[in-house]
């Protein structure tokens, strides 16, 4: 069963002494229906937990919504992680507040106070007004918010949700004073630069986790790649052993070479780090990693980030 979705809890509508309110001023707009009170009130909160039940129950329908506060992310922001944060599922969707500098598939936005032009108590009551609403109409199994500050109508949504289910903040150049107080209110928050900043893992290396051949190695020093002992920096990885998180190293961007009897252990793969993904016979092997190093010198035109933004959401998400 998938995990149940975010809720809103703390509506009037929603609550026990809504539904008893309810009956008894049917009860005074109607004098005939009060000797049936007792019986009325037993049956609305039967089905008030009843149905109450029924929503908590139903599954999410996206994965993650994301809200970007794009007035305060700058254009390098946007292009160094909006788009990409967006490919963490294909089951997630972009909430934009203000104006984006850059072509993003938002599905729904927001103008910002200043673009508005009305007072903060007034915006903020709009802001949570419209996120209560996305929240309802999506069901979302997670909510990211992206930007320096959360705003006084996102806190507002946080109080009257389950926030247990999923709240992150990833903070956009805050300072230190505005993480302490705000984050305590999230499960989890990160700084922007974490998603955005390069990893430390050197062009052209390979580890072994086993001796490698003095062939392969003389092999593999033509093509100018060098053997290093720190599988962290590598760039490929050849490997026979089961004590390394496999996917936490694809997550990585690096390139892994294991035997077929190795691959059942590592689970569900995402589709976008199957092309870091190299099975093969150990008989194979060598041929297999002098193959893959030549093609990759071939092909590369430019150094790519090592671990993309999506990798690392996924990372820091699950």
């Given at each position: 069963m998938k995990q149940r979705h975010i809720r809103v809890n703390k509506e009037a509508e929603n609550s026990y002494s809504f539904a008893v309110g309810d009956e008894l001023r049917k009860s005074f707009v109607s004098p005939w229906k009060l000797p049936f009170l007792p019986f009325s009130l037993t049956k609305r909160i039967f089905f008030h937990r009843r149905t109450r039940a029924t929503?908590?129950?139903?599954?999410?329908?996206?994965?993650?919504?994301?809200?970007?506060?794009?007035?305060?992310?700058?254009?390098?922001?946007?292009?160094?992680?909006?788009?990409?944060?967006?490919?963490?599922?294909?089951?997630?969707?972009?909430?934009?507040?203000?104006?984006?500098?850059?072509?993003?598939?938002?599905?729904?936005?927001?103008?910002?106070?200043?673009?508005?032009?009305?007072?903060?108590?007034?915006?903020?009551?709009?802001?949570?007004?419209?996120?209560?609403?996305?929240?309802?109409?999506?069901r979302p199994k997670k909510f990211v918010?992206?930007?320096?500050?959360?705003?006084?109508?996102?806190?507002?949504?946080?109080?009257?949700?389950?926030?247990?289910?999923?709240?992150y903040w990833i903070h956009v150049r805050s300072d230190n004073e505005t993480i302490e107080q705000r984050s305590k209110k999230f499960i989890k928050s990160k700084p922007f630069s974490y998603?955005?900043?390069?990893?430390?893992?050197?062009?052209?290396?390979?580890?072994?986790?086993?001796?490698?051949?003095?062939?392969?190695?003389?092999q593999l020093k033509s093509n100018g790649v060098n053997i290093i002992n720190t599988p962290e920096h590598a760039?490929?990885?050849?490997?026979?052993?089961?004590?390394?998180?496999?996917?936490?190293?694809?997550?990585?961007?690096?390139?892994?070479?294991?035997?077929?009897?190795?691959?059942?252990?590592?689970?569900?793969?995402?589709?976008?780090?199957?092309?870091?993904?190299?099975?093969?016979?150990?008989?194979?092997r060598n041929e297999m990693i002098l193959s893959v190093v030549a093609f990759r010198k071939n092909q590369r035109t430019r150094k790519p980030p090592l671990m993309p933004v999506e990798a690392k959401i996924d990372l820091w998400l699950n």
């Open positions: 929503i908590d129950a139903l599954p999410y329908l996206v994965d993650c919504i994301f809200v970007y506060d794009l007035e305060k992310m700058r254009l390098s922001d946007q292009k160094s992680f909006t788009n990409q944060s967006l490919n963490y599922s294909e089951n997630s969707i972009g909430i934009g507040i203000g104006n984006s500098l850059i072509d993003s598939n938002f599905r729904h936005s927001i103008s910002t106070r200043r673009e508005m032009g009305i007072e903060p108590k007034e915006w903020n009551g709009l802001l949570e007004n419209f996120l209560l609403g996305i929240i309802r109409a999506y918010f992206v930007g320096k500050y959360p705003y006084a109508g996102l806190m507002s949504v946080l109080r009257k949700c389950q926030t247990e289910n999923g709240f998603f955005t900043d390069h990893d430390t893992i050197v062009r052209n290396t390979i580890f072994f986790d086993y001796e490698p051949s003095d062939t392969v190695g003389k760039e490929y990885l050849a490997l026979q052993h089961n004590e390394y998180d496999c996917k936490s190293l694809l997550m990585r961007n690096q390139t892994i070479f294991i035997a077929p009897n190795a691959q059942a252990s590592l689970g569900h793969i995402p589709d976008y780090l199957l092309p870091n993904l190299v099975v093969c016979d150990v008989e194979r």
